[in-house]
């Protein structure tokens, strides 16, 4: 077996690991989720989310990486003797497998907006921006046609390909530390931007004015499902990712660091998106497709006087989606590559291939379910909308519920400790409020939660 090498800087650790959280999740998913669930009063429930369950979980599944060293199904094998516990990390590498395959058709509708954006002058973009049904159209053309999608799901997942057969330090490391400070530009003059379109008054208002009156179990779920999502946990991503941590990155300090960064960029997407949906007279409710219908336009109204400043922007927009997503991708990639790799010994080479063709093959059925495919249901669902709901509000949220009991209760406490506090490098007692967490609230909440919205209590 080829020799394990981790992540060669903190910068690039940090960066890498926050690249995995910010993707989709935060610019695609967030809008739509806030969206469906009134706005303002979702998003203090996802924050409060992010901070008293989000953060405990991040530094579990550092615990468990760095403790372990290896990948996220050896991992509770090295910690543990008990089979049941054992069986964590392959539900993880499960789910991990069926996020890709929708992840990876989203990221492809990214690619296909990135080379319109590029190919529509500054003219002909004026001109559709007059026309009001015209995204609206694009969109569902392009989603319910059998070949484009396919073809930028299998672009996607060979670029995606590339960066993880390289290598953990000179593909995903390398990669992210120039990816991530371009992101974080490109979000600030996009902000900027959105407060001059015509919907910013409105856009915002929904955004920071809670209305609680709509919340119910089912958006509390939404809410978790959403955090875990975004935070990319609950598979073993991030368990899977600290397996490649040196000895003296502090995992408290890492995790809020990550945590900050993916709220920040979600708040930042929905100051991006809302405005827009506003200007261009869309319900913010309108679902999977806020940020495939409403910004194409936007970008027009926005400087209708600069249309050259409107085209580089909407390509500018694009791209950013097109790179956070692909650094998520790539961490779930690299889970089920580092299991195969290193459980059966393959070369990392073949382990690579054989994850992306899997996921080429999923892929092409979740997007062939928006078109060819739309009468295969399961459990009333297309296929795409049915992986994108179990996996994100059952599958991570059960896997963080077994993850955070494993940590706070059935994990030898002196590695735990040990971890927590890099062998005494920091005090016991600023840290232990994680293990309290740890133990008793994050597993009770998450399975109330859980039990509640799926509707059982
Ligand atoms: N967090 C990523 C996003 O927001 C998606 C992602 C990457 C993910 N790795 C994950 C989600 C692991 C769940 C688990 O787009």
Redesign the pocket.
């Known amino acids: 077996m080829e020799k394990r090498k981790d992540f060669a800087s903190k910068m690039g650790m940090v960066l890498a690991t926050a690249g995995?959280?910010?993707?989709?999740?935060?610019?695609?998913?967030?809008p739509v989720e806030a969206g469906n669930n009134g706005g303002a009063a979702f998003i203090i429930i996802y924050l409060l989310c992010v901070l008293t369950l989000g953060i405990p979980l991040i530094v579990a599944e550092f615990v468990v990486g760095r403790a372990a060293h290896t990948n996220t199904a050896q991992a509770y094998k090295r910690l543990t003797r008990n089979t049941f516990w054992q069986q964590t990390g392959r539900l993880g590498i499960i789910?991990?497998w069926l996020?890709m395959g929708y992840?990876v058709v989203v990221s492809g509708w990214t690619l296909a907006y990135f080379l319109k954006a590029l190919a529509t002058p500054p003219t002909i973009a004026a001109h559709i921006a007059k026309q009001p049904g015209y995204w609206s159209d694009f969109f569902n053309e392009l989603t319910s046609d059998a070949l484009l999608p396919v073809l930028c799901v299998i672009a996607f997942a060979l670029m995606s390909h590339f960066i993880i057969v390289r290598g953990v330090e000179k593909g995903i490391e390398r990669f992210s530390k120039v990816m991530m400070p371009m992101l974080f530009i490109l979000l600030i003059v996009l902000c900027i931007c959105s407060f001059f379109t015509p919907g910013a008054k409105e856009g915002l208002t929904f955004l920071f004015r809670p209305d609680f009156s709509q919340v119910t179990f089912g958006t509390l779920l939404s809410a978790l499902g959403q955090a875990?999502?975004?935070?990319?946990?609950?598979?073993g991503?991030?368990c899977t990712y600290a397996s490649y941590f040196s000895r003296d990155t502090d995992l408290l300090g890492t995790a809020l660091k990550v945590a900050g960064i993916?709220s920040l960029v979600a708040i930042m997407a929905g100051i991006i998106i809302f405005p827009a949906v506003f200007s261009v007279g869309i319900r913010p409710d309108a679902g999977a497709s806020l940020v495939f219908i409403a910004l194409p336009s936007v970008f027009q109204e926005a400087f209708g006087a600069f249309p050259w400043l409107a085209y580089a922007v909407s390509i500018m927009f694009y791209f950013l989606l097109l790179l956070?997503?692909l650094t998520?991708?790539v961490?779930?990639h690299e889970?089920p590559t580092a299991f195969l790799a290193e459980d059966f010994h393959m070369k990392r080479r073949t382990a690579t291939t054989i994850v992306t063709l899997s996921v080429i093959v999923i892929g092409t059925l979740c997007s062939l379910s928006m078109g060819p495919l739309a009468d295969w249901k399961l459990f009333g669902k297309s296929i795409f909308d049915c992986l994108d709901w179990v996996?994100?509000n059952v599958l991570?949220v059960v896997g963080g519920g077994l993850i955070t009991f494993f940590v706070g209760w059935k994990m030898e406490s002196k590695t735990l400790r040990d971890e927590l506090t890099n062998y005494g490098n920091y005090p016991y007692h600023t840290r232990k409020w994680i293990i309290v967490l740890l133990r008793w609230f994050v597993p009770f909440v998450i399975f109330l939660i859980f039990l509640s919205g799926i509707g059982v209590l």
Do not use: E, K
């Not at 959280?21 to 935060?26: E, M, T």
């Not at 875990?228 to 598979?235: A, H, R, T």
């Open positions: 995995s959280a910010v993707g989709l999740g935060n610019i695609w998913r967030f789910t991990g996020i992840y875990f999502f975004s935070l990319s946990i609950g598979m991503c991030l993916d956070a997503t998520s991708l961490s779930l889970v996996s994100a991570l």
